[in-house]
């Protein structure tokens, strides 16, 4: 049974914009900070962005002042709103989800691609 469930990804031009969604279940998010990574072909896995349950936020430095993350609690869901993409932000992006006791979970991956 799918705990994060992530949606939104898809083909977009350099200077766009999108939004990635990721859905979890309620006894996940309520305990958890949330965050999303992103794996390209042959590269690691990197943290994009990640917000703690009090909304404090993490951004990796490719991405500051261009992507914004929030958490919406009453619906378990984690946004990460994309703004002047790039095509080297191509990766298949996963939702992350950090229990206190730093397990964590994944989403199954959405994959989003930036052609110049």
């Known amino acids: 049974q799918a705990q994060l469930v992530e949606s939104g990804g898809g083909l977009v031009q350099a200077g766009g914009s999108l939004r990635l969604s990721c859905a979890a279940s309620?006894?996940?998010?309520?305990?958890?900070?949330m965050g999303w990574f992103r794996q390209a072909p042959g590269k690691q896995r990197e943290l994009v962005a990640r917000i703690t349950r009090d909304g404090g936020t993490t951004y990796g430095d490719s991405v500051k002042g261009r992507f914004t993350i929030s958490r919406d609690n009453a619906k378990n869901t984690v946004y990460l709103q994309m703004n002047r993409l790039k095509p080297e932000d191509t990766a298949v992006y996963f939702c992350?989800?950090?229990?206190?006791?730093?397990?964590?979970?994944w989403g199954q991956g959405t994959q989003v691609t930036v052609s110049s």
């Open positions: 992350n989800a950090r229990n206190p006791i730093l397990l964590d979970y």
């Open positions: 309620g006894s996940i998010f309520r305990d958890s900070a």
